[in-house]
């Protein structure tokens, strides 16, 4: 079955420092994996998504994802964390339904980020 | 830059009272969903929708859950006698047909409904 695990609930970093969120996916075929952000009170927006093709994916807010299937990985890094970053990050995996997709999504990071 | 709609923002109700969660999804969109996140837990499938039918839904989705598009825009979710385990933040998401020969399809999701049930 096709699964994604969020290795770490909470994270923090300094303002300006690297941001590393991990996420190993399970998988029979080639995924599709995306990674979403929640802000506090608000809906889910997407980041990134990695459909096939380039292994390193660029999102939105200066993120980036590496695929790397020899380690069924998917890791979320951005180079320098603004304070505005701190909310909760979800690895999501699309596996395919009765005529559609829908998503399965880890169990989310909490992104701290500290003055 | 079109989006999907969710009303009420945050709803409470009391335990047994059906409610009815309302969305709007993207206007050429063809495959609608909801999901669920009770606090502090993962955002879960409830069920899929195409066609005016449930393509699928997940063990969460019992009798007393319903879906319907009653109107070309809407999308709603019925709980019908909730329950205390029913408070979570519902969200509503919408895509368009499947991209071709391709794995996945894009959702967009709404803001979410805050079910509070007492």
């Known amino acids: 079955a096709q699964s994604v695990t969020q290795l770490d609930s909470h994270v923090s970093v300094s303002e300006g420092t690297p941001v590393l969120l991990r996420c190993n996916y399970s998988s029979s075929y080639s995924p599709s994996l995306f990674w979403y952000v929640q802000h506090p009170n608000k809906g889910l927006q997407l980041l990134l998504k990695?459909?096939?093709?380039?292994?390193l994916v660029k999102g939105i807010n200066g993120f980036e994802a590496e695929f790397k299937k020899s380690e069924t990985s998917f890791h979320l890094t951005k180079p320098s964390a603004h304070m505005s970053d701190a909310a909760e990050y979800f690895c999501v995996v699309s596996v395919p339904t009765s005529g559609t997709y829908k998503y399965i999504f880890g169990t989310g990071t909490r992104l701290k980020v500290l003055a | 830059e079109p989006e999907v709609t969710q009303t009420p923002s945050h709803q409470v109700t009391q335990m047994g009272q059906e409610v009815i969660l309302r969305c709007v999804p993207i206007?050429?969109?063809?495959?609608f969903y909801w999901y669920r996140q009770i606090l502090g837990q993962k955002v879960e499938f409830l069920v899929s929708?195409?066609?005016?039918?449930?393509?699928?839904k997940s063990e969460i989705f019992d009798d007393q859950f319903s879906v319907e598009r009653p109107d070309g825009s809407n999308f709603t979710l019925k709980i019908r006698s909730t329950k205390l385990e029913d408070s979570a933040m519902y969200f509503c998401?919408?895509?368009?047909?499947?991209?071709?020969?391709?794995?996945?399809?894009?959702?967009?999701f709404g803001p979410g409904t805050r079910l509070t049930v007492l």
């Open positions: 929708f195409y066609n005016n039918e449930i393509s699928e």
């Open positions: 206007s050429n969109h063809l495959y």
């Open positions: 998401a919408s895509s368009s047909v499947l991209v071709a020969g391709g794995s996945y399809n894009e959702q967009f």
């Open positions: 990695y459909i096939s093709a380039a292994t």
